[in-house]
C-alpha cells in the first residue's frame, strides 16, 4: 500500500499534468473558442503576462516575469516547507497544500516557458445583451483557488 505521500506525490503530478496538456490543447493553431454553455461558460485562448486580474500586466518583460518568478517560487517554497510538515498529519491540510503546489508549478512553468500563463477558462453572465466577464483561468488557477478557500473554511474548525 501506497503511503500518504507517495499518494499526494502523485496527486501533484496527476494535476500537474492536467494543466499542462489542457494548456497544450488551447496553444495548438487548429484551436477554436468552443460555447460550453451559452451566457456562461466559454472555453477561449488567452495569455495573462500579469497575474490575478492582469496586476502587472504593463511592466516591461523582463522586470515583470522576474519579479513574478520570484515571488511564485518564494510563496511555493514556502508552501513546500509547509506541506513537508503536515504531510503525515491526518486531515486535509497537506492535500490542499498539494493542490497550491501544483498550481503553483503550472503556472511557474509557463512564466519560465513562455513568459506568461496560458488561460482558457471564461465564465461569464450573459443579461439582457451585456456580457460581464470574470478573467480568464485554468486548471492550476483552479487548483490554487479551490484549496485556499477550503483552507481559510477548514481554518474555523473548532480544535
Partial sequence: ???RTTLQLGLFGLLLIADQASKWWIQQADFHPVIVIDGFFNVIRAYNPGVAFSMFADLPDAVRVGILLTMTIGIAIAVVIWWWKERQNNGITSWL???ILAGAAGNIWD?????YVVDFIDWYVRIDGAESHWPAFNVADSCISIAVVLLLVTSFKKN
Avoid at 512564466?111 to 513568459?115: A, C, V
Fill in 111 to 115: 512564466r519560465i516557458q513562455l513568459g
Fill in 1 to 3: 500500500m501506497m503511503n
Fill in 97 to 99: 497544500l498539494v493542490l
